[in-house]
């Protein structure tokens, strides 16, 4: 014989339901803390790893400068292997710092010194490329990189890697820069290309040294 239901009261139907929106609630403001403390944890490792990344860089600089001050003198007194030892040092352990990026130009210029232009070219085209600071550093990279060339008798890149130096660091040294262009082309029996160089010298840079220098190397092209 079947029993009869037992009959639920409402009270009792409210406790349930009152139980179970509980531990719902409980289990989804678990949830929610643990989404808050990981994303917080996120926040915190973030923080941390750009203050290290800061701190970091601001030691390598400081360190990177002071490798820098002693390479530089070496090469000032006319070193440059020793230099290069002390130069490429740098650069292999500070090269993403502003004093190894410089030390790069300096590399470059000891390399050329000994007359290792292929050395020189690398060196002067990875800084070029890689440095964004003081013009003055990027013009005299573009000039040693065109010199370079003309040291390895490429003399149309020579010629074109002047003419960059001219328009894109347009300084006191454009004019000089210009000049060796136009001896370039003369080397690259490119006459044409080297008379309009030197036109374009006593046109925009009539108060130059070099005006003078121009008009006498062009009246010494062939007509």
Do not use: W
Not at 70 to 90: P, W
Not at 179 to 185: E, K, L, M, N, S
Not at 195 to 205: D, Q
Request: aromatic fraction near 12%; charged fraction near 25%.
């Amino acid at each position: 014989m079947l029993k009869p239901r037992k009959r639920i009261s409402k009270k009792k139907l409210k406790e349930d339901k009152l139980v179970t929106f509980y531990f719902k609630a409980v289990d989804k403001l678990e949830q929610n803390t643990n989404i808050v403390l990981g994303a917080a944890a996120a926040i915190l490792i973030i923080v941390v790893g750009i203050a290290y990344y800061i701190y970091s860089n601001t030691k390598a600089e400081q360190l990177a400068s002071v490798e820098l001050s002693k390479a530089t003198r070496i090469y000032e007194i006319g070193d440059y292997q020793n230099a290069i030892a002390q130069l490429s040092n740098v650069t292999d352990n500070y090269g993403s710092t502003p004093s190894g990026k410089i030390a790069r130009f300096y590399l470059a210029k000891a390399f050329y010194q000994t007359e290792d232009y292929i050395n020189a070219e690398k060196n002067y085209r990875r800084f070029l490329s890689g440095f964004s600071g003081d013009e003055h550093f990027l013009a005299a990279a573009q000039g040693g990189l065109a010199a370079t060339l003309l040291q390895r008798q490429q003399y149309s890149e020579a010629a074109a890697a002047f003419i960059k130096a001219a328009e894109k660091y347009d300084s006191v040294l454009a004019p000089g820069f210009l000049i060796q262009a136009g001896r370039c082309f003369t080397l690259a029996n490119n006459e044409s290309r080297a008379r309009k160089v030197y036109s374009e010298i006593v046109e925009k840079y009539p108060q130059s040294p070099e005006k003078d220098e121009a008009i006498m190397l062009s009246s010494m092209l062939e007509k």
